[in-house]
Nanobody, 123 residues
């Protein structure tokens, strides 16, 4: 497994969580990184992406509430999630795409995936 996600858990609506995606045996510094999520019975959904140069992109429904960041020295990508809603509950996955990738919302652009971390939001 190239990445290990952590930071998921149970939180009340309106609360915050910070997810981490740590690389295992590979460097993240030259990869575009993304976060996706998948709720039961639903398709995998784009959440946010950050390029190897540090530019970030968000799904419209998460813009303003979620922040993606990266620390290349720690070989880790983060997703800060604020003002969480029950509909944000899902398994959250991080993934890596090559530098040439431009379609951030397309999961087929990403070559390597983590196993995911569960986020549960109670109302």
């Amino acid at each position: 497994v190239p990445f290990v996600e952590s930071g998921g858990g149970l939180v009340q609506a309106g609360g915050s969580l910070r997810l981490s995606c740590a690389a295992s045996g590979r460097t993240l510094s030259n990869a575009n990184m993304g976060w996706f999520r998948q709720a039961p019975g639903k398709e995998r959904e784009f959440v946010a992406a950050i390029t190897w140069l540090g530019y970030s992109y968000y799904s419209d429904s998460m813009k303003g509430r979620f922040t993606i960041s990266r620390d290349n020295y720690k070989n880790t990508v983060y997703l800060q999630m604020n003002s969480l809603k029950p509909e944000d509950a899902a398994i959250y996955f991080c993934a890596a795409a090559p530098q040439w990738a431009r379609r951030w919302q397309a999961s087929d652009q990403y070559d390597y995936w983590g196993q995911g971390t569960q986020v549960t939001v109670s109302s």
